[in-house]
Every structure is written in structure tokens, then in C-alpha cells.
Nanobody
């Protein structure tokens, strides 16, 4: 596994979780030059982009998570985080991290971590 996602779990509505996505040794050298995305896939629905951190540090968010989720990266630890606050039941699902490096033609997916938000 080249990207290891962790941090999912069961939380009540209004609670918080922090997801982490760590790069494996095989892709460490590409980390700082890559864009990272977090995707959310609700049960029975398609995967959708919720947050992105680009190589220049800029971040973008899906409308459904703006003001609640924060994506960040630590290039020294080779890890990308997704801080999720004010969680809602509709945030339930699997969360996947994705590395994109256009120069190296890389598109790598993590294995996903499951988040369940109870009402």
C-alpha cells in the first residue's frame, strides 16, 4: 500500500475526527511535489472530492464541507490530514486519499478509512 489512510471511526453528530494519509517509502520522494485530495464515498453513491491541497499550499473544498473540514499537509512527515469538525450523518462513508503528480504521471489511491456519524 503506497498511501495508508487512518483515523476513521464512529462519532456522534457534531463531533470531530482527524484523518491521516501517510505515504509509503516507495513514494516518499514524490510527496512535496504532489497534489493530494480527500474523497468521500457515501453508501450507494459515487466518490466525490471534498478537499484538495496543492503543491503551492493552496487548498480547495467541496461546498458540503466548507467551513467544517480542513486539509493540511506535513511534507516532513509525508502525511496529509483532514480535520473534520461539526460532523453530520451525511458525512458517513469511506474517505480516500489520492496523490496526483502530473510530472511523474502518478495517480495513487489510499485504501480508504470508514467514518460513521450517528445522529
Amino acid at each position: 500500500v503506497q498511501l495508508q489512510a487512518s483515523g476513521g471511526g464512529l462519532v456522534q453528530a457534531g463531533g470531530s475526527l482527524r484523518l491521516a494519509c501517510a505515504a509509503a517509502r516507495s513514494i516518499l520522494s514524490t510527496f512535496s511535489g504532489s497534489t493530494f485530495d480527500w474523497y468521500h464515498q457515501a453508501p450507494g453513491k459515487e466518490r466525490e472530492l471534498v478537499a484538495r491541497t496543492s503543491t503551492d499550499g493552496t487548498t480547495t473544498y467541496g461546498d458540503s464541507v466548507k467551513g467544517r473540514f480542513t486539509i493540511s499537509r506535513n511534507n516532513n512527515k509525508k502525511t496529509v490530514y483532514l480535520q473534520m469538525n461539526s460532523l453530520k450523518p451525511e458525512d458517513t462513508g469511506a474517505y480516500y486519499c489520492n496523490l496526483i503528480n502530473s510530472y511523474l504521471k502518478l495517480n495513487v489511491w489510499g485504501q480508504g478509512t470508514l467514518v460513521t456519524v450517528s445522529s
